[in-house]
């Protein structure tokens, strides 16, 4: 895999705020880590960002993983041929040494804070730091709500899909397959951030064949779920990314070795078929008289979950505007030649 792959480590969801820190980034698994501890807008992305195009320009593969709340920021990378990995250790992913020294290491920024003109700005930063952690409060109570309609539509949609047929359509999928053995491995396309619902293309950069799985009121999910957990019993080493809304839910797939990425689309009248080795319509799995039946119910809880979202979509979207006023307070605290010579002295020792 050749081309750049960039990912999320992180999601907010109606479950609340998940990393796969530990996942991605294992200490057992590695040669080194290095964690940057450091306040907002000290330059934790920036030297990450840095040492990762210093690798890619001399010769080395580096995975990018973005934050969710803001992807325009890093959270991590992972130079890959070298088992080396940056991340930033501060909160809501906070991290700190499990081998301290021997495997992982903390990167100090805070020596480069001028703490007399933050003591002066106490009370700007108390207020902003408060007031982004109750508007980030809130869009959770709204996703956990919406991820609780969303969860009740699935329930309506499973009593009215054929289940054996389903079954059979994801045998077919699997044994038109040849992954190699290995691991399922998540690597999260998607997330719910401050720029709204966002994703990486990665997935579809990296295959050679495009399936699209045609959604008929979240009734993919079934299929993906399924797929995900026929690939995981068959040994098979493949990418999964999940739902933001209810992580429990596949959302794509991605097998390297056979070059194939499964990914939820619209319904098949509304998805543009250009680009896709085949569509997969779920409609032909759900029975059409059962579904009469549950629609009043099923259309209520979409319409709420919708609201919903949008409500939480909101309120993360004034968090983000309340970060970055944080970060302008910070940036004129810092000593950022004292960052960028800490970056050169990094990028010596790992490169």
């Given at each position: 895999m050749s081309e750049k792959q960039i990912y999320f480590a992180a999601a907010n969801t109606g479950s609340g705020f998940v990393s796969y820190f530990s996942e991605i980034f294992d200490p057992d698994e590695m040669k080194k880590l290095y964690i940057i501890k450091g306040g907002p807008g000290t330059g934790k992305s920036t030297l990450a960002g840095k040492l990762a195009d210093a690798a890619e320009e001399r010769g080395?593969?580096?995975?990018?993983?973005?934050?969710?709340?803001?992807?325009?920021?890093?959270?991590?990378?992972?130079?890959?041929?070298?088992?080396?990995?940056?991340?930033?250790?501060?909160?809501?992913?906070?991290?700190?040494?499990?081998?301290?020294?021997?495997?992982?290491?903390?990167?100090?920024?805070?020596?480069?804070?001028?703490?007399?003109?933050?003591?002066?700005?106490?009370?700007?930063?108390?207020?902003?730091?408060?007031?982004?952690?109750?508007?980030?409060?809130?869009?959770?109570?709204?996703?956990?709500?919406?991820?609780?309609?969303?969860?009740?539509?699935?329930?309506?949609?499973?009593?009215?899909?054929?289940?054996?047929?389903?079954?059979?359509?994801?045998?077919?999928?699997?044994?038109?397959l040849r992954p190699r053995r290995g691991k399922a491995l998540h690597r999260q396309i998607s997330a719910f951030s401050s720029g709204g619902a966002v994703s990486t293309d990665t997935y579809r950069r990296l295959c050679t064949k495009r399936i699209g799985v045609c959604d008929e009121h979240g009734s993919a999910y079934f299929f993906m779920n399924m797929l995900k957990q026929?690939?995981?019993?068959?040994?098979?080493?493949?990418?999964?990314?999940?739902?933001?809304?209810?992580?429990?839910?596949?959302?794509?797939?991605?097998?390297?070795?056979?070059?194939?990425?499964?990914?939820?689309?619209?319904?098949?009248?509304?998805?543009?078929?250009?680009?896709?080795?085949?569509?997969?319509?779920?409609?032909?799995?759900?029975?059409?008289?059962?579904?009469?039946?549950?629609?009043q119910r099923l259309r209520m809880c979409e319409k709420v979950r919708s609201g919903l979202d949008a409500e939480a979509e909101k309120l993360i979207r004034e968090a983000g505007k309340i970060h970055s006023e944080l970060e302008a307070v910070y940036k004129n605290a810092v000593d950022f030649d004292g960052v960028s010579e800490l970056t050169k002295k990094l990028t010596d020792i790992i490169l």
């Open positions: 080395h593969t580096v995975t990018r993983y973005l934050c969710s709340s803001d992807p325009s920021s890093l959270d991590g990378i992972m130079i890959e041929d070298l088992r080396v990995g940056v991340i930033d250790g501060t909160a809501p992913h906070a991290a700190d040494p499990k081998y301290p020294g021997s495997v992982d290491t903390t990167v100090d920024l805070y020596r480069f804070f001028d703490d007399g003109y933050l003591e002066k700005n106490r009370e700007t930063v108390t207020a902003l730091v408060k007031n982004a952690a109750k508007k980030h409060a809130s869009s959770r109570v709204y996703r956990g709500y919406a991820a609780t309609a969303a969860a009740e539509a699935l329930s309506l949609v499973s009593s009215c899909t054929d289940a054996a047929k389903l079954r059979g359509a994801v045998g077919r999928a699997v044994s038109a026929r690939l995981e019993s068959n040994g098979a080493g493949f990418f999964y990314s999940t739902d933001t809304l209810i992580p429990e839910n596949c959302e794509a797939i991605y097998v390297p070795e056979d070059g194939t990425c499964f990914e939820i689309t619209g319904r098949l009248s509304d998805t543009d078929g250009n680009g896709y080795e085949r569509l997969i319509n779920m409609k032909r799995f759900v029975d059409a008289e059962k579904l009469r039946g549950v629609r």
